[in-house]
């Protein structure tokens, strides 16, 4: 079959693949301990379940309009207000299918062939994808010093006529880092002096450790909604542990919300209204269920540093957001597709290769799951890896021999 060039450049997500690998070997009564996959384990809230079921008994279950439902953008106005301290209207606001779609839609709206589009490694796997599927341009730009994220010289040596945004994601996935407010800061000016657009993907950003405070981006603009360069991109998926309802957004000015309610209204009309009213109830309801979930993912980085750095050869930064920490296995095995292979193989442990996420050398872990799983998790890697470890374990119903 014949497929498009485009679509053939497009990779395969492999958080995907790894997923589907381990749910085979799950399916084969292996005790697989996930590391690979980035959603919380908690459930979705009560409320927000309970918005759902009504609105599906009422049975009025019709196409909703393209870019949202009023009262789940009156609650995205809302949440921007008390969250990024910046009023903006609802004429400001889009829903879509989850922030990929999102940020899918901006990329959409903005690039035209060739354009450039600024990301910063380590990265989500999917930017350069989605930005390639406009038939944009990709720039990486990798931190010299090894670190989770770069210099303004290095963001600003790249820097061309054809640049059109960047991607900054912070609190980070796959690292876990948090750029410092300055950082955030510099970069917001070198947008507005190069009108350049900077696409804040704000994902993770309840998701912080430690009690640590960041500043909202708009603080670092005196221009309003109308004229700044800063488009925010959000959703429920991680903070209320909603990622299958598929709800995300963006705030921007109002040009770019109606281009991209534009392009929603030709592709998927809209969201499903069961999605949105879910949505609305999260975000305006009881946000104990936030906090609970960050007291959860805290401990269980605890677990995973701690673990990690009893194993002679690694190096780990203590993430201060998100769920995911990337330590740093080149000592070891520089190849990191091939150390996740082997995790897989030997300890039943899925990890996903830095390499997907532009830096060669690294595993990310995603430390989301049950803390009974995270600690037997970060035990079997530590077994694998550390020469000094017993010969043989039990993993599940197997017994391992360590044979390497
Ligand atoms: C950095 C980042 N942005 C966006 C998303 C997409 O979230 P959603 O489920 O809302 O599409 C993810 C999900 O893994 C992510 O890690």
Known sequence: MDISKLAASIAESPTVKLNAEATRLRAQGEAIVHFGIGEPKNKAPMNAIASAVEKLNSGEIKYAPSDGIPSLKKAIVQYTEKNYGRTVEPANVIVSDGAKHSISNLLYALINPGDQVIILAPYWVSYPEMVKMVNGVPIIVTPADGGFYPKLSEIEKVITSSTRAIIVNSPNNPSGAIFPDELVGQIVDLCEKKNIYLFMDDIYHKLIFDGKKIAPVYNFTKKDIESTNIV?????????????????????????????????????????????????????????????????????????????????????????????????FSTLNKDSMALAEFLLKKALVVTVPGKEFGMEGHLRISFAGAASEVADGIARIKWALDPNSPREIQIGTRKVVRDW
Do not use: H
């Open 232 to 328: 925010v991109i959000n959703g429920i998926s991680k903070t209320y542990g909603m990622t299958g309802f598929r709800i995300g957004w963006v705030v921007a000015n109002r040009k770019l919300v109606k281009t991209i309610t534009n392009i929603q209204s030709q592709t998927t009309t809209c969201n499903s209204p069961i999605c949105q009213v879910a949505a609305e109830a999260a975000l305006t309801g009881d946000q104990s269920c936030v906090d609970e979930l960050v007291a959860t993912i805290q401990k269980n980085r605890d677990t995973v540093i701690q673990g990690l750095r009893s194993i002679p050869g690694v190096k780990v930064e203590k993430p201060e957001g998100a769920f995911y920490c990337f330590p740093d």
